[in-house]
């Protein structure tokens, strides 16, 4: 296996962590689109998913380090809208509570992020205003994703080639994250008990039995 130079060992690293953090906002996004209308029929999780699905989203552009983040370049220009509006729902209302978020209702002016509170037989209960996306928003979210994780995939196999030349022998194996260093970017793992689920996927690691 050829030595990885730090940049490129970089780039791989950036892109594939890009292409799941796309990879699940994609999929909360379909899961969403599958529920029933939040406006007719409580869901416990609506709410807690939507938050994940603007955190997902957001995280491969809001690294601390600049390095890391991928660019904005790569939203096609027709999708530029949902993009923005994303990144703005994640800082200002789902990963922060910005006490004016700017965000408003367009018909009625008022900040869409409100603190709320239900007064029933003597009881206090606090809450938050939930903000519903339609369908035909939350499916231009899947597809802006969809067409992300297919970029990012693209370009993190581009970068993990220029590291390690050629594809190694079936396995699975550990990301170095030491990119400075000269141990291989690829380390074959100890643990005989991981499944691969696909490329790019989670490895499933089973806990060991109790008596063991």
Avoid at 137 to 161: D, F, M, P, R, W
Wanted: glycine share 4%; proline share 6%; aromatic share 10%.
């Amino acid at each position: 296996m050829k030595k990885a130079k730090p940049e490129h060992r970089s780039e791989y690293w950036k892109y594939c962590v890009a292409a799941h953090s796309f990879e699940q906002a994609r999929d909360v996004a379909s899961g969403l689109l599958d529920m029933p209308n939040p406006e007719t029929q409580y869901y416990p999780l609506y709410y807690p998913l939507m938050i994940s699905l603007h955190v997902f989203y957001a995280r491969p552009f809001k690294h601390p380090k600049e390095l890391r983040r991928i660019e904005q370049t790569l939203v096609p220009d027709s999708f530029l809208t949902v993009h923005e509006m994303l990144i703005k729902m994640r800082d200002r209302i789902f990963a922060h509570h910005d006490k004016d978020s700017k965000i408003t209702d367009s018909k009625t002016g008022v900040d869409l992020f409100q603190l709320t509170l239900e007064v029933a037989n003597g009881e206090m209960r606090p809450g938050v205003q939930i903000v519903f996306p339609t369908g035909d928003q939350l499916s231009k979210v899947k597809n802006l994703c969809s067409y992300l994780y297919q970029t990012c995939t693209g370009k993190a196999y581009e970068a993990l080639i220029k590291c390690i030349g050629v594809v190694p022998k079936d396995g699975i194996y550990r990301v170095s994250t030491n990119f400075e260093g000269m141990e291989p970017l690829l380390i074959q793992s100890e643990w005989s008990t991981e499944q691969s689920r696909g490329h790019l996927k989670e490895t499933v690691r089973r806990m060991p039995d109790s008596d063991s």
